[in-house]
């Protein structure tokens, strides 16, 4: 399989832990996305890298959230002490040079209890 | 107002039935329009993008309005299996790429 891999698929940690996701995005591609969704709602733009460039962080990322692409090859997104209102689904999408068209990767399910 | 406005449903249609949901963005700048899917619990998945002259993929056809800043879904003849989410995503040029998403159109196919 080719696509982008995310792991854990699931997680679920006490409140105050840290966690950490990784994100294999698909080989030749050069741009990376984290997006968090929640039930009902479109997923929420995080962070972009251009290669490990992190060229973009939206202002709803607190500063408990930090995410590296160290190689411009796979990613991570930490969350320092998660709160319950981190639960959610965090999406991986990768797109290549020469379109802007995302593949997503199958997720991973934060439960924050 | 909203940066991508879609109505979020649910559209309840009867197979075969014809049905088109449309989709606002805010961004007069914005350059790259898209529409995936996204069924329960999966990720999103890339359906097409959206040309400015319109394009078609079997029974799909997208459409870019600049002027009144909208995208329209067309589906024609619907299947059972398109029951889905429909999503849409606008995107800024500018040298990277924000990209928003909208809320979602959910459209159930029924027998």
């Known amino acids: 399989d080719t696509g982008v891999s995310q792991d854990p698929r699931h997680k679920i940690t006490k409140r105050g832990q840290n966690v950490t996701f990784r994100c294999d995005p698909i080989s030749e591609h050069n741009r990376l996305y984290w997006y968090r969704q929640t039930l009902g709602q479109g997923p929420e733009f995080l962070t972009y890298?251009?290669?490990?460039?992190?060229?973009?962080k939206s202002r709803l990322l607190s500063d408990r959230f930090s995410a590296e692409r160290p190689k411009g090859s796979f990613s991570t997104l930490e969350i320092q002490r998660t709160e319950q209102g981190d639960s959610a689904m965090y999406l991986c999408a990768s797109s290549p040079r020469d379109t802007y068209e995302q593949y997503f990767g199958p997720g991973t399910r934060l439960t924050v209890t | 107002r909203k940066e991508v406005e879609q109505d979020p449903g649910p559209f309840n249609v009867p197979e075969g039935a014809t049905v088109a949901f449309n989709c606002t963005y805010s961004?007069?700048?914005?350059?790259?329009f898209f529409w995936y899917r996204q069924d329960c619990r999966k990720e999103p998945k890339l359906l097409m993008s959206?040309?400015?002259s319109g394009n078609e993929d079997g029974r799909f056809t997208a459409q870019l309005n600049r002027a009144s800043q909208y995208i329209s879904l067309l589906i024609r003849d619907s299947k059972l299996s398109d029951s889905a989410t429909y999503l849409c995503v606008v995107s800024d040029s500018g040298g990277y790429q924000k990209v928003t998403f909208g809320t979602g159109t959910k459209l159930q196919v029924i027998p």
């Open positions: 959206v040309y400015s």
């Open positions: 961004n007069s700048a914005s350059q790259s």
């Open positions: 890298f251009q290669n490990e460039a992190q060229l973009e």
